[in-house]
């Protein structure tokens, strides 16, 4: 999500910002940079990230032969639930992304990283957009989740209140975790796309990981540069959908009154799963001071 004022795209792009995949200009080292991408993640997130993700993940067969092309995934997806994947050249506005979301469109980034980067990157790329986001929008119900978010984004851009929402989708979409029975599982694309916090969301003893609250969530800020210091627990994709479904309308202005809670605190009506030590966080800001 861009925060750009103009609407215009950029040259080559249609008016909605969509471009073509151009899957058959990929070259080989582009493909590559996918497959040793995909490999890491996928051995790494059998018994990390939740079952919807791993079942999405295989239902779109997304590693054959490198960067999938977006035209053979979307047979599967839009048939599982309706969704499609559109390529776009980067950030998209907060406008135009919500509106391809509540169409069921994910506008996914064509580019790749390069080889040289595999950790770190600025912009969203193919493999996170469509390896982190797409196999959750396999889920009915998480499906029906981001296609709600995209209304709801209008709405709140309307009612200038995106800075709650956007808080919302930053602790569920990118950095959400799930309970189940075996444990703690990933379903935020920001972890399932990064191989160092797909461990550091799960076993580091340094963030807290507590039971999701709206408006709790709603009250916290989040780090961009940076492992989490909190991770917020979802009981179940359908919880997650029921506690959002509820017009926002009397939530945003009950928010304006309320102070944010620090990145790092407990609060006494949270529900701890961790209780972090913070290490980490505190060792990364005296290395920065
Ligand atoms: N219920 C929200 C509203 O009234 C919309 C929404 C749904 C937002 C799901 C996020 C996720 O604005
Ligand atoms: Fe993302």
């Not at 979307?74 to 639930?81: D, G, M």
């Not at 996914?108 to 493999?127: K, T």
């Not at 609250?213 to 961009?224: G, K, Q, S």
């Not at 009950?254 to 609060?267: F, H, K, N, W, Y």
């Amino acid at each position: 999500m861009a925060d750009d004022l103009s609407l215009i795209p950029p040259p080559g792009a249609r008016a909605d910002w969509t471009i073509d995949q151009g899957w058959e200009r990929y070259s080989q080292a582009e493909h590559d940079v996918w497959i040793t991408l995909y490999e890491r993640q996928a051995k790494l997130l059998t018994g990390r990230a939740c079952d919807p993700f791993l079942k999405g993940l295989d239902a779109l067969d997304l590693h054959r032969a490198g960067i999938p092309d977006f035209s053979r995934i979307n047979e599967e997806l839009t048939r599982l639930t309706g969704w499609s994947v559109v390529a776009v050249p980067g950030l998209v506005p907060d406008a135009v992304f919500f509106d391809h979301l509540a169409n069921r469109r994910f506008p996914a980034g064509q580019f790749i990283r390069r080889a040289d980067q595999l950790d770190y990157l600025q912009e969203p790329d193919v493999f996170h957009d469509v390896f982190g986001h797409v196999p959750m929008l396999t889920d009915p119900t998480f499906a029906d989740y981001m296609a709600a978010y995209g209304q709801g984004g209008l709405r709140a851009l309307g009612l200038g209140q995106l800075h709650n929402l956007a808080r919302l989708y930053w602790y569920t979409v990118e950095f959400g975790l799930l309970q189940t029975p075996a444990g703690l599982r990933i379903y935020g694309a920001g972890i399932v796309s990064s191989r160092a916090e797909s461990i550091f969301a799960l076993d580091d003893p340094s963030p807290n990981r507590l039971g999701f609250d709206l408006e709790r969530v709603m009250r916290t800020p989040y780090r961009i540069d940076d492992f989490q210091q909190v991770y917020f627990v979802i009981p179940s994709l359908q919880a997650l959908l029921d506690s959002t479904l509820a017009d926002f309308g009397a939530l945003y202005p009950r928010l304006e009154g309320q102070t944010d809670i620090p990145i790092d605190a407990i609060t006494p009506s949270d529900k701890v799963f961790t209780r972090g030590t913070q290490a980490y966080a505190r060792e990364q800001g005296a290395h920065a001071s």
